[in-house]
């Protein structure tokens, strides 16, 4: 059995626009749901008073303090030109930091705080964390990430730095297309059975395939890093705002807010689109833009038009996946969907035709799946083993159930998975030694054999790059291997042995030796994360904790001296004053409170408040009622 708790761990799946997470409770595989709704927006909201995530955050999308869809520039240097394309129609600031690592800058007053890509994520996965607690009572230690298929190296290091950092247990890190497959293997027979699974989140598109046997083999993964949810809102956003522009002949200019307004009102129409009954959508435009003519109709056709592009994208993929894997569309069994843009009617139809009429598998909520699997895969790893509710014959597809019954996953479920991209040398004249290939099977290991060129030679450097091109500079950079040590001898008398090495869960890496014996290695790019990176995430995180909390403190303490004047009892006036008092020449004689200090502060003046003023009091610390109590704001501690 693994040695870990159940009660203690959680499957999170963080999404590119929504993130979701699964629990073990009572026997079964729990979706912690807020506010009614099983996903939460990736949405993080950073001020002077507090970090939001979520919802609420959702609503100042548009604001430069509002970050979302920093999973698309996870682990990428700032001149990448997928960071260069995301920059362009962000509202909020992104800068090169000193190591060329793209960061969001926010204002804080006159102070400035640095988001990374795994800053963003720390706050989700934190917002999960105290979320379980909340609901449960539960402390959370151990995690089980997903990522897309097609993640490198660096990016799933960095997913896993962001738990790490909050001094959590990462137990496993999953590709999401796998997970998604386990979720459905717990619900509908799937042994034996080859399955192709396409993924089509938010902002990212995978496509892996799976024998389904005594374990979950991956056959082949493909994937497109820029293609999601977000790129058919878009081409439903360009629609309206031409629209527009129809009914007023000519270019309106729009501020900030209207566009905001007009993207939220084409991510409601596309999720309509989605429904097999809705053909054409009225969209009163009033609210968004001053005039009684403003009300435009869309259509089903005209939506489907705006993006056939992107479909036609998306099966280029599957046949890439499909060659790959050396397998034709009458070998797959079943094609399951997941993602919320999976849904999207013509996305639905098109994989339907391009598979023969085959329906694809859609009994589990598409957006929860991935998040489900990872959850049913570390109970299994624990020993539980997993039994769901019985389906309902005509609550199924048909042809995966030939009658009414319970089908579970083998316990102990297991994992082989392929590497889903090369990783390879620099040669001569910018070409490659492909070290480790392209869908190799998990584990992996491989040698290269390496000799000096040079007399003397004492070092040698080897540039290693990840990627799937035959050109090595349009590879992404993994790091660069410094050998030291090497005895001085006439070139070529020195043999250099290099080890690749994947472990089954796709992390790399490398080891050296020369004539046998090991080398000081070390593998260095901007990339790469050390243990210094983590304690400056977290120092960063107290500090902007801090500047909130001194923040809300203040606010309070406003606030309660307003309080003061109606108390219309005198001895209550006067111990209140008197509290009045201690709280302020404790805020001017305490140098550097720490974060518990300012906590219990603001307790005492709630209970104080509590005592002696005879009416509700209602904070206003984030413009919306009782926001610092509200779910989406982060409590620290």
Same mark, same amino acid.
């Given at each position: 059995m693994?040695?870990?708790?159940?009660? $203690?761990?959680?499957?999170l799946?963080?999404?590119?626009?929504?993130?979701?997470?699964?629990?073990y409770?009572?026997?079964?595989?729990?979706?912690?749901?807020? $506010?009614?709704?099983?996903?939460?927006?990736?949405?993080?909201?950073?001020?002077?008073?507090?970090?939001?995530?979520?919802?609420?955050?959702k609503?100042?999308?548009?604001?430069?303090?509002t970050?979302?869809?920093?999973?698309?520039?996870?682990?990428?240097? =700032?001149?990448?030109?997928?960071v260069t394309?995301?920059?362009k129609?962000?509202?909020?600031?992104?800068?090169?930091?000193?190591?060329?690592?793209?960061?969001?800058?926010?204002?804080?007053?006159?102070?400035?705080?640095?988001?990374?890509?795994?800053d963003?994520?720390m706050?989700?996965?934190?917002?999960f964390?105290?979320?379980?607690?909340k609901?449960?009572g539960? $402390?959370?230690?151990?995690i089980?990430?997903t990522?897309?298929?097609?993640f490198? #190296?660096?990016q799933?290091?960095?997913?896993m730095?962001?738990? /790490?950092?909050?001094?959590?247990?990462?137990l496993?890190?999953?590709?999401?297309?796998t +997970?998604?497959?386990?979720? =459905?293997?717990?619900?509908?027979?799937?042994?034996?059975?080859?399955?192709?699974?396409?993924?089509?989140?938010?902002?990212?598109?995978?496509?892996?395939?799976l024998?389904?046997?005594d374990k979950?083999?991956v056959? +082949?993964?493909?994937?497109?890093?820029h293609l999601g949810?977000i790129?058919f809102?878009?081409r439903l956003?360009?629609?309206? #705002?031409?629209?527009?522009?129809?009914?007023?002949?000519?270019?309106?200019?729009?501020?900030l807010? /209207?566009?905001?307004?007009?993207?939220?009102?084409?991510?409601?129409l596309?999720?309509?689109?989605?429904?097999?009954?809705?053909?054409?959508m009225?969209?009163p435009?009033?609210?968004?833009?001053d005039?009684? @003519?403003?009300?435009?109709v869309i259509?089903?056709?005209?939506?489907?038009?705006?993006?056939?592009?992107?479909?036609?994208?998306s099966?280029s993929?599957?046949?890439?996946?499909?060659?790959q894997?050396?397998?034709?569309?009458?070998?797959?069994? @079943? &094609?399951?969907?997941?993602g919320?843009?999976?849904?999207i009617?013509?996305?639905?139809?098109?994989?339907?035709?391009?598979?023969?009429?085959?329906k694809?598998m859609? *009994?589990?909520n598409?957006?929860?799946?991935?998040?489900?699997?990872?959850?049913c895969?570390?109970?299994?790893?624990?020993g539980?083993?997993?039994?769901?509710?019985?389906?309902p014959?005509?609550?199924t597809n048909?042809?995966h159930?030939?009658?009414?019954?319970?089908v579970?996953?083998p316990?102990? &479920?297991?994992?082989?998975?392929?590497?889903?991209?090369?990783?390879?040398?620099?040669?001569?004249?910018?070409r490659?030694?492909?070290v480790?290939p392209?869908?190799?099977?998990?584990?992996?290991?491989?040698k290269?054999? =390496?000799?000096?060129? $040079?007399d003397?030679?004492?070092?040698?450097?080897?540039?290693?790059?990840?990627g799937?091109?035959?050109?090595?500079?349009e590879?992404?950079?993994y790091?660069?291997? #410094?050998i030291?040590?090497?005895?001085r001898?006439?070139?070529?008398e020195v043999r250099?042995?290099?080890?690749?090495?994947?472990d +089954?869960f796709?992390q790399v890496?490398?080891?050296?030796?020369c004539?046998?014996?090991?080398?000081?290695l070390?593998?260095s790019s901007?990339?790469?994360?050390k243990?210094?990176?983590?304690?400056?995430?977290q120092?960063?995180?107290?500090?902007? #904790?801090?500047v909130q909390?001194?923040?809300q403190?203040?606010?309070?303490?406003?606030?309660f001296?307003s309080i003061?004047?109606?108390?219309?009892? @005198?001895?209550?006036?006067e111990l209140?004053?008197?509290y009045?008092?201690?709280?302020?020449?404790?805020?001017? *004689?305490?140098?550097?409170p720490?974060?518990?200090?300012?906590?219990?502060?603001?307790?005492?003046?709630?209970?104080?408040?509590?005592?002696?003023v005879s009416?509700p &009091?209602c904070y206003?610390?984030?413009?919306?009622?009782a926001?610092?109590?509200d779910?989406?704001v982060? /409590?620290?501690?």
């Amino acid at each position: 059995m693994a040695d870990y708790d159940i009660d $203690e761990t959680i499957a999170l799946d963080l999404g590119t626009s929504n993130s979701c997470c699964y629990f073990y409770k009572d026997g079964s595989l729990t979706l912690l749901q807020v $506010e009614g709704k099983g996903t939460v927006p990736s949405v993080v909201r950073i001020t002077e008073k507090a970090t939001i995530v979520g919802e609420v955050a959702k609503k100042s999308l548009g604001k430069p303090d509002t970050l979302f869809e920093l999973k698309r520039i996870l682990a990428r240097k =700032y001149d990448d030109p997928v960071v260069t394309e995301c920059v362009k129609n962000w509202p909020f600031n992104i800068e090169a930091n000193e190591k060329g690592i793209p960061v969001a800058v926010i204002k804080l007053g006159e102070k400035e705080s640095y988001v990374k890509p795994i800053d963003f994520y720390m706050y989700i996965i934190r917002y999960f964390i105290d979320e379980v607690k909340k609901q449960t009572g539960r $402390e959370v230690k151990n995690i089980v990430m997903t990522v897309p298929a097609y993640f490198g #190296e660096h990016q799933r290091k960095a997913t896993m730095f962001a738990a /790490q950092t909050l001094n959590l247990r990462v137990l496993y890190l999953m590709n999401e297309p796998t +997970a998604a497959a386990i979720a =459905y293997a717990c619900e509908n027979d799937l042994r034996g059975k080859t399955i192709l699974v396409y993924d089509l989140g938010g902002g990212t598109f995978d496509v892996s395939i799976l024998e389904v046997k005594d374990k979950f083999e991956v056959l +082949a993964t493909s994937g497109d890093s820029h293609l999601g949810g977000i790129d058919f809102t878009n081409r439903l956003y360009e629609i309206i #705002e031409k629209k527009v522009n129809d009914i007023f002949h000519t270019q309106v200019d729009l501020s900030l807010s /209207q566009r905001n307004q007009l993207r939220a009102i084409a991510e409601e129409l596309k999720i309509s689109f989605s429904n097999e009954t809705c053909d054409c959508m009225e969209v009163p435009l009033d609210d968004v833009i001053d005039s009684e @003519d403003a009300t435009v109709v869309i259509t089903r056709d005209e939506f489907d038009a705006a993006i056939c592009d992107l479909i036609e994208r998306s099966m280029s993929v599957v046949m890439d996946c499909l060659a790959q894997a050396n397998k034709l569309k009458n070998d797959i069994d @079943d &094609v399951i969907l997941i993602g919320g843009s999976s849904q999207i009617l013509a996305v639905r139809r098109s994989v339907q035709q391009f598979f023969g009429g085959k329906k694809p598998m859609a *009994n589990i909520n598409p957006a929860e799946a991935v998040a489900r699997g990872a959850m049913c895969f570390a109970c299994e790893k624990k020993g539980i083993n997993i039994v769901q509710t019985m389906i309902p014959l005509e609550e199924t597809n048909a042809h995966h159930l030939e009658e009414t019954e319970s089908v579970v996953v083998p316990a102990g &479920v297991e994992i082989c998975e392929i590497c889903p991209m090369r990783y390879v040398i620099e040669q001569p004249d910018d070409r490659i030694d492909i070290v480790v290939p392209k869908n190799a099977r998990l584990p992996f290991m491989e040698k290269r054999y =390496y000799r000096t060129y $040079e007399d003397d030679q004492e070092y040698v450097r080897i540039h290693i790059a990840q990627g799937n091109s035959d050109v090595f500079s349009e590879n992404t950079e993994y790091g660069v291997l #410094e050998i030291n040590g090497i005895p001085r001898k006439p070139k070529g008398e020195v043999r250099i042995e290099l080890i690749a090495m994947v472990d +089954a869960f796709c992390q790399v890496s490398f080891r050296a030796f020369c004539n046998g014996v090991p080398a000081r290695l070390t593998v260095s790019s901007p990339l790469t994360l050390k243990r210094t990176d983590m304690t400056e995430a977290q120092q960063e995180m107290h500090r902007v #904790e801090l500047v909130q909390l001194r923040n809300q403190f203040m606010q309070k303490l406003e606030q309660f001296h307003s309080i003061l004047e109606t108390i219309e009892d @005198d001895e209550s006036r006067e111990l209140t004053s008197d509290y009045y008092d201690e709280m302020y020449a404790w805020f001017e *004689n305490t140098p550097n409170p720490l974060p518990e200090d300012f906590r219990t502060a603001m307790e005492g003046i709630d209970a104080t408040i509590r005592q002696y003023v005879s009416y509700p &009091v209602c904070y206003d610390n984030l413009g919306v009622s009782a926001a610092l109590t509200d779910s989406s704001v982060l /409590q620290y501690g």
